[in-house]
């Protein structure tokens, strides 16, 4: 039987490979030639990485992507559409299993039922203080909990594991591009304040202590709220700290 076509943004464009070293790799391959905003999918990576150049398992049959953008602007404006990105994938993800089971993990981790289901990567090319290129790497265990992952506090789960509904890349692919289109409009629209507190309305332990590990050290405190720049602010026995880049453990 046929599938009916899937919806997909005006404006964007898309590649699916059937395989590369990675989807953000492939974007900075690609960025220069690309005229529109452009999502590159790849059925299968073999290079897959994560943040400060962790490696991201991606069994086949689980989502890799990455969206290619000219927002324009200066690094720090484009650094908040990580926060963007995290509330297009939990409405996708949204789509497919209870809504309370998932949550947002500063600053760029969606979890489900506590264990982390996906996670977003944003790297960015400029001069001048302006950017040229931005590049949001999403990956999302759809059906596969990878097993070649190393000791961390917030265990990879999937979807299917976790009692999501069937979906395969395309039509993830599909959800994600939707809702990242509708949240980008929110953001040329009504700013970064409207994407803040749609955010934290999902964020993991807000108001709950919490403990950011720094390159300098840990920081321990309630997790106050992420500020306009999209920091984390802490609320420690020292005072409020704002925290521009951390891990972040319970």
Request: aromatic share 10%.
């Given at each position: 039987m046929t599938r009916e076509p899937l919806p997909w943004p005006d404006g964007t464009d898309r590649i699916v490979l059937d395989e590369v070293d990675s989807t953000m790799a492939e974007a900075a391959?690609?960025?220069?030639?690309?005229?529109?905003?452009?999502?590159?999918?790849?059925?299968?990576?073999?290079?897959?990485?994560?943040?400060?150049?962790?490696?991201?398992?991606?069994?086949?049959?689980?989502?890799?992507?990455?969206?290619?953008?000219?927002?324009?602007?200066?690094?720090?404006?484009?650094?908040?559409?990580?926060?963007?990105?995290?509330?297009?994938?939990?409405?996708?993800?949204?789509m497919k299993v209870n809504r309370d089971a998932l949550s947002l993990k500063w600053p760029n981790d969606v979890l489900l039922n506590g264990g982390k289901v996906a996670g977003i990567l944003l790297e960015s090319t400029g001069r001048g203080g302006v950017i040229e290129w931005l590049s949001v790497g999403i990956g999302v265990n759809l059906k596969i909990v990878p097993d070649d992952v190393g000791r961390t506090d917030f265990p990879p789960v999937s979807l299917a594991g976790e009692g999501g509904a069937a979906t395969d890349q395309d039509e993830f692919l599909s959800l994600l591009a939707s809702n990242f289109a509708t949240e980008e409009r929110l953001f040329q629209e009504f700013g970064f304040g409207h994407i803040r507190e749609k955010w934290l309305g999902r964020a993991a332990r807000l108001g709950e202590v919490i403990t950011a590990r720094t390159t300098k050290g840990e920081v321990m405190g309630i997790f106050e709220t992420v500020d306009e720049a999209g920091h984390l602010v802490l609320m420690t026995p020292k005072g409020r700290v704002a925290i521009p880049a951390a891990d972040v453990f319970f």
């Open positions: 391959r690609r960025a220069s030639t690309l005229d529109r905003p452009t999502w590159i999918m790849a059925r299968h990576q073999t290079a897959a990485r994560g943040r400060r150049g962790k490696i991201w398992s991606n069994p086949r049959g689980n989502f890799a992507a990455t969206f290619v953008m000219k927002p324009g602007g200066n690094p720090a404006s484009a650094a908040l559409r990580s926060f963007l990105a995290a509330n297009a994938l939990f409405e996708a993800l949204a």
